[in-house]
């Protein structure tokens, strides 16, 4: 029995040791495949600005702004062979060589283009459009290739997506700025008016760089990098923005000598220097952290691995001293026995003895008792860790996949499964307003009144965030609405006290979707994609799918 027994806590130690480290070396890899990550799209990033400087100097070529024909040629010539160079290092990488590849031949046939049309001596105005235009198609096309890659990075990796979005912004603001310039200094070269469809395409991309400058507004939280977005931010009103107005001013009420190519090029470029600032130093702040964080998991799996050795020591410990100090003896007391029932043996003579045996087991197995008491509630301990929510107390994402897995033995017969995803209106308002703790006091109260709604067989999850799932069971599709529209009448009724005094209210958006044969993955889909129909629809309302 006490071999079983040491065998069943070895068994038992393994298992755990085993869990323990693949949950470690999870993190580990993922904070690994993360700063990979990182430094794909930094390098596309950067092969996107090299190509951005090779469009700058194709146009001087083109447009014959330098002084020096021969200069010109180098300098283009030049970043050239940087931009094949960033070029390569992407093919390398085997899920992007491919369309890295492609965008590479249309580089190739946009170049081929810009020689063809400077080996004409006397080029046309239309050919040298047309020439800065194919190069500016076949930047986009790579640019295309940059958003849909830091994208995908974005939707796969919850816990790095802040950051792919705003390395894609950053990106964004970049390309369009580059793009922004061409028809104004195709149009300065020649002395002929802006286009219309140029016009119309500088105004629309205003717009989309209004929009992008707002959704890197989460760096003004960032204290190394709020001051040098303001700057940036600043020198692009007043230095690239206003420049452009100005031209735009003059090409309408005095014509286009305000200004000549070269020097709109010089002062564009001057508007600009503070975003790039920004855009280096935000890469290299990204990439130490992703390489701390990665260093840190790695030491924490060191950490785990020689933890465990040890308690490995111990427990093979513990096992020898069972077999010396409570097997043997017990072995030894059990021959005793049998002599003195066959009375083999002078009972006077062994009293002492088997009494001093039978103490020894005792204290052994108190010994064996304790340990496992201890594993136990350690056991118990990191389970209760790994499925809460260290914020609100209540389940985390892990609890609801167990909770799911055991949906169908605690449904009760004749009810269907409901799964809600509930996401906090304005909660970013929220906090703007009255400061992270305030909005933590909002999110550990929106979790008590979720769970005070739950009935047997229901249970509420955080996913993170401001965003919540429920799972319940309901007979009837009018019973599920009536579930959601009290869980709906019970949060409009919760109340806070502000850090100002005020009381301040909430509400939120629910998308919900009846559970069926489909995996879960694809019904949190559905109930993401109703959750943002209540959104797009006004908020506080419930959209089912």
Avoid at 363 to 390: C, W, Y
């Amino acid at each position: 029995m006490l071999i079983a027994l040491s065998c069943a806590v070895a068994l038992i130690s393994t298992v755990l040791s085993w869990w323990q480290i693949s949950t470690v070396s999870q993190h580990y890899i993922a904070a690994r495949e993360r700063a990979a990550k990182f430094n794909t799209i930094k390098l596309m990033l950067n092969a996107n600005h090299l190509m951005g400087n090779e469009r700058g100097y194709s146009n001087e070529y083109l447009l014959e702004s330098a002084q020096d024909d021969l200069h010109a040629k180098t300098a283009l010539a030049m970043a050239r062979e940087k931009t094949d160079e960033s070029l390569k290092q992407l093919i390398a990488i085997p899920e992007l060589s491919d369309e890295v590849a492609d965008a590479e031949e249309g580089l190739s046939i946009a170049r081929r283009k810009v020689d063809d049309v400077m080996a004409v001596p006397d080029k046309s105005p239309t050919e040298v459009y047309r020439a800065m235009n194919v190069l500016l198609d076949a930047t986009s096309a790579f640019n295309k290739i940059t958003i849909s890659v830091s994208m995908n990075y974005a939707s796969r990796d919850i816990a790095g997506t802040g950051y792919f979005y705003t390395l894609l912004s950053l990106g964004e603001i970049r390309d369009t700025l580059g793009r922004m310039a061409t028809p104004y200094l195709y149009s300065l070269r020649y002395d002929i008016p802006i286009s219309s469809a140029d016009l119309t395409a500088t105004t629309k991309r205003q717009a989309r760089l209004n929009v992008l400058w707002l959704m890197l507004g989460g760096l003004k939280e960032n204290p190394v990098l709020s001051g040098d977005l303001q700057r940036a931010r600043d020198d692009y009103n007043n230095k690239t923005e206003f420049l452009i107005k100005s031209v735009d001013n003059q090409m309408t009420y005095n014509g286009l000598k305000h200004i000549d190519a070269v020097d709109f090029s010089i002062q564009y470029r001057e508007g600009l220097s503070s975003f790039q600032f920004l855009e280096q130093k935000y890469l290299d702040n990204l990439g130490s952290f992703f390489a701390n964080q990665t260093e840190q998991s790695f030491s924490r799996l060191v950490e785990v691995i020689i933890s465990l050795i040890a308690l490995l020591c111990i427990i093979i410990t513990i096992c020898i001293f069972i077999n010396l100090r409570v097997l043997k003896p017990l072995l030894t007391l059990n021959e005793t026995i049998r002599n003195v029932i066959d009375d083999n043996i002078n009972k006077n003579g062994t009293d002492a003895e088997d009494a001093a045996e039978i103490q020894n087991l005792f204290k052994s197995i108190d010994i064996l008792d304790g340990v496992f008491k201890q594993q136990k509630a350690e056991t118990k301990v990191l389970t209760r860790k790994m499925n809460e929510d260290p914020l609100t107390g209540i389940g985390n994402r892990r609890f609801f996949n167990e909770q799911v897995a055991q949906l169908p033995e605690q449904l009760p017969a004749g009810a269907s499964i409901w799964l809600a995803i509930i996401d906090v209106d304005h909660f970013k308002r929220v906090n703007d307003t009255w400061g992270h703790p305030f909005g933590d006091e909002v999110l550990i109260g929106l979790a008590r009144t979720l769970q005070s709604n739950c009935r047997a067989g229901d249970f509420v999850a955080r996913f993170g965030g401001e965003e919540f799932a429920v799972m319940f069971n309901a007979d009837s599709n009018v019973k599920a609405q009536k579930i959601l529209a009290r869980f709906q009448e019970n949060i409009r009724a919760m109340r806070f006290v502000a850090p100002d005094g005020n009381q301040v209210g909430i509400t939120a958006s629910f998308g919900a979707v009846q559970v069926d044969d489909t995996s879960i993955e694809t019904l949190l889909e559905k109930a993401d994609a109703a959750l943002y129909q209540a959104k797009s629809a006004g908020r506080d309302r419930v959209s089912w799918a």
